[in-house]
């Protein structure tokens, strides 16, 4: 059955075509029994490819982690198809029964090709197992499914979606209630899950009971989304008239509508829209790759910036939990804020607005963000956190006043969504932006004042994607056995390993080198993509020479991880 496809990787061919055959019968989806069906034809034919495909393809099975899964859309246990889901479903509902957590879950789904008839799947199988399930009535952004956890107060939540990732790729997020309070997963309850989803593979998708009676919920609940996150920011300080004039892109994904009602409620002027970009597409047929950080992802956008005469260009990621902006250059064009600078305006924002309202807690960042945000708390008298990457660290902060991570996520709103949020981070930047130029400002402005009042700072990264994963082990290896002396002309002052857990975090797979001046490196395999990533950071006198060491730094980096 199913789980014997993990034997297939260095049996004999027969057993690989017996581990298909048995895939294949239990696949209730046409399209991928029948690509199943034609490379098994081809390789007892004798096609190398095709054999070696599903030799691929059956050695083993998509790792349910952190992240829970996300992979290429296609048939057998190495894809994302409606077997691996229906198993993914079924293990989910069988933790939450084993472990007696609330037997509930809500259950949502993006754009994306596939993500509808996967949370109908999920659903129907949850539903069948006695679980009360309540399906979102329709494609929407992440943070609204992340709201509705702890908003209906059931034990879970999942979110069908491969987030940024490339357009045949799909995923499935988890979320839980309760003590988690709305968060993402984090270990050990994540090798929970898997196990549970594994002792459901053993057998045979067929065998899973189904129900359709499940709850589908209606527009109340995004209305409850829209109300709350609008009540985040105060009310705007000029009419909308007088509002800078911004340009919005969901780049083919869900944002728009949730995002339009939010920006409405809040009393702010509507975006002029990219059209080729606004509707959710699967296909995404204007990117190559749908991420907002991505070269070239954003061109349609500055392009319809320029066109209006735009003072900002704000993009959701096609699942709306992350956020890009651009500013006009100076030179008729954009310049796209790193996430690290939008960091450090949304950061200083918070904190003086908590100070403003008297409150305590905390800021916190990923350790690959920029160390920026902790001089902010430390001038606020605020908390700071340096957290593991992912915002299932970020969320699960005490006291958090806001957390962000360079990836371009953003909380900025913790009671009311604790996961990243795009659309509540859009309208934070929109009451910036707006309070800045009731003041004659811009947020470019903001950010030379920001470099005057802490530092200044700079980043950049550094990404090599690789074909073959264990490239990305190769390179790890190679930098702790013989780690640099010295990069970009200055000393490393400080090594340290996360593989074996330090400062109370966890083993991590990260590496950081600490350079003579304040400047540092981390290296890291990517929680979601075949890459290597490298992430730097400096602080020196000026801007100029903050980024003036960190292209050095990335010059010398490069060869190491290529």
């Given at each position: 059955?199913?789980?014997?496809?993990?034997?297939?990787?260095?049996?004999?061919?027969?057993?690989?075509?017996?581990?298909?055959?048995?895939?294949?019968?239990?696949?209730?989806?046409?399209?991928?029994?029948?690509?199943?069906?034609?490379?098994?034809?081809?390789?007892?034919?004798?096609?190398?490819?095709?054999?070696?495909?599903?030799?691929?393809?059956?050695?083993?099975?998509?790792?349910?982690?952190?992240?829970?899964?996300?992979?290429?859309?296609?048939?057998?246990?190495?894809?994302?198809?409606?077997?691996?889901?229906?198993?993914?479903?079924?293990?989910?509902?069988?933790?939450?029964?084993?472990?007696?957590?609330?037997?509930?879950?809500?259950?949502?789904?993006?754009?994306?090709?596939?993500?509808?008839?996967?949370?109908?799947?999920?659903?129907?199988?949850?539903?069948?197992?006695?679980?009360?399930?309540?399906?979102?009535?329709?494609?929407?952004?992440?943070?609204?499914?992340?709201?509705?956890?702890?908003?209906?107060?059931?034990?879970?939540?999942?979110?069908?979606?491969?987030?940024?990732?490339?357009?045949?790729?799909?995923?499935?997020?988890?979320?839980?209630?309760?003590?988690?309070?709305?968060?993402?997963?984090?270990?050990?309850?994540?090798?929970?899950?898997?196990?549970?989803?594994?002792?459901?593979?053993?057998?045979?998708?067929?065998?899973?009971?189904?129900?359709?009676?499940?709850?589908?919920?209606?527009?109340?609940?995004?209305?409850?989304?829209?109300?709350?996150?609008?009540?985040?920011?105060?009310?705007?300080?000029?009419?909308?008239?007088?509002?800078?004039?911004?340009?919005?892109?969901?780049?083919?994904?869900?944002?728009?509508?949730?995002?339009?009602?939010?920006?409405?409620?809040?009393?702010?002027?509507?975006?002029?829209?990219?059209?080729?970009?606004?509707?959710?597409?699967?296909?995404?047929p204007t990117v190559s790759f749908p991420n907002p950080e991505e070269?070239?992802?954003?061109?349609?956008?500055?392009?319809?910036?320029v066109a209006v005469g735009a003072d900002l260009v704000i993009a959701?990621?096609?699942?709306?939990?992350?956020?890009?902006?651009?500013?006009?250059?100076?030179?008729?064009?954009?310049?796209?804020?790193?996430?690290?600078?939008?960091?450090?305006?949304?950061?200083?924002?918070?904190?003086?607005?908590?100070?403003?309202?008297?409150?305590?807690?905390?800021?916190?960042?990923?350790?690959?963000?920029?160390?920026?945000?902790?001089?902010?708390?430390?001038?606020?008298?605020?908390?700071?956190?340096?957290?593991?990457?992912?915002?299932?660290?970020?969320?699960?902060?005490?006291?958090?006043?806001?957390?962000?991570?360079?990836?371009?996520?953003?909380?900025?709103?913790?009671?009311?969504?604790?996961?990243?949020?795009?659309?509540?981070?859009?309208?934070?930047?929109?009451?910036?932006?707006?309070?800045?130029?009731?003041?004659?400002?811009?947020?470019?402005?903001?950010?030379?004042?920001?470099?005057?009042?802490?530092?200044?700072?700079?980043?950049?990264?550094?990404?090599?994607?690789?074909?073959?994963?264990?490239?990305?082990?190769?390179?790890?290896?190679?930098?702790?056995?013989?780690?640099?002396?010295?990069?970009?002309?200055?000393?490393?002052?400080?090594?340290?390993?996360?593989?074996?857990?330090?400062?109370?975090?966890?083993?991590?797979?990260?590496?950081?080198?600490?350079?003579?001046?304040?400047?540092?490196?981390?290296?890291?395999?990517?929680?979601?993509?075949?890459?290597?990533?490298?992430?730097?950071?400096?602080?020196?006198?000026?801007?100029?020479?903050?980024?003036?060491?960190?292209?050095?730094?990335?010059?010398?980096?490069?060869?190491?991880?290529?």
């Amino acid at each position: 059955m199913a789980g014997e496809a993990g034997d297939g990787a260095g049996a004999g061919l027969e057993a690989v075509l017996a581990a298909a055959r048995s895939w294949s019968a239990q696949d209730p989806d046409d399209e991928t029994r029948a690509e199943l069906d034609a490379l098994v034809a081809a390789a007892t034919s004798g096609s190398a490819e095709a054999a070696a495909s599903l030799r691929e393809r059956f050695s083993g099975r998509l790792a349910f982690g952190t992240a829970g899964l996300r992979a290429e859309l296609g048939a057998g246990p190495q894809r994302m198809n409606r077997v691996v889901v229906t198993q993914a479903a079924a293990g989910l509902a069988r933790f939450l029964i084993d472990t007696g957590r609330d037997r509930s879950v809500v259950i949502g789904y993006d754009g994306r090709v596939n993500s509808d008839v996967f949370a109908r799947d999920s659903a129907e199988v949850m539903r069948g197992l006695g679980l009360d399930v309540t399906l979102l009535p329709s494609a929407l952004p992440t943070p609204v499914l992340a709201f509705a956890v702890r908003h209906l107060g059931v034990g879970a939540g999942v979110m069908v979606t491969a987030s940024h990732n490339p357009p045949r790729d799909n995923g499935y997020k988890v979320y839980l209630g309760g003590e988690d309070d709305g968060s993402q997963i984090v270990p050990p309850v994540d090798g929970e899950i898997a196990a549970a989803i594994d002792a459901v593979a053993a057998g045979d998708v067929r065998d899973l009971d189904r129900a359709t009676d499940y709850t589908v919920a209606d527009g109340a609940l995004v209305q409850a989304y829209v109300a709350a996150t609008a009540a985040t920011v105060p009310a705007p300080r000029l009419p909308v008239d007088a509002q800078p004039k911004v340009v919005y892109t969901a780049m083919h994904g869900v944002g728009w509508e949730t995002a339009r009602a939010v920006f409405g409620a809040a009393g702010f002027a509507e975006p002029v829209v990219v059209p080729e970009q606004i509707e959710p597409d699967g296909a995404f047929p204007t990117v190559s790759f749908p991420n907002p950080e991505e070269p070239g992802a954003m061109d349609l956008a500055v392009a319809q910036g320029v066109a209006v005469g735009a003072d900002l260009v704000i993009a959701n990621d096609p699942d709306a939990d992350r956020l890009a902006l651009a500013i006009p250059d100076g030179a008729g064009s954009f310049r796209r804020l790193s996430g690290n600078e939008v960091g450090w305006l949304l950061g200083w924002r918070a904190a003086a607005r908590a100070q403003a309202a008297g409150e305590t807690g905390a800021l916190a960042a990923s350790i690959v963000s920029s160390p920026a945000l902790a001089r902010v708390a430390e001038r606020y008298g605020l908390e700071y956190r340096d957290t593991l990457t992912g915002f299932k660290w970020v969320s699960r902060v005490p006291g958090l006043v806001f957390g962000y991570e360079e990836a371009l996520g953003y909380l900025v709103d913790p009671g009311v969504v604790r996961d990243k949020d795009g659309i509540s981070a859009a309208l934070a930047l929109l009451d910036l932006a707006v309070g800045l130029a009731a003041s004659g400002k811009t947020v470019a402005d903001q950010l030379d004042a920001f470099a005057a009042e802490f530092g200044a700072f700079a980043s950049g990264q550094v990404s090599t994607r690789v074909d073959d994963l264990s490239r990305i082990g190769e390179v790890m290896a190679s930098l702790r056995s013989s780690a640099p002396t010295s990069l970009g002309g200055r000393s490393v002052v400080g090594v340290t390993d996360y593989r074996d857990g330090v400062e109370g975090f966890p083993p991590s797979d990260i590496l950081r080198y600490d350079l003579d001046g304040g400047a540092r490196v981390i290296v890291r395999p990517s929680g979601t993509e075949p890459k290597v990533k490298v992430y730097i950071d400096t602080v020196a006198g000026s801007s100029a020479e903050a980024q003036a060491l960190v292209d050095a730094l990335a010059a010398d980096v490069r060869p190491l991880v290529s």
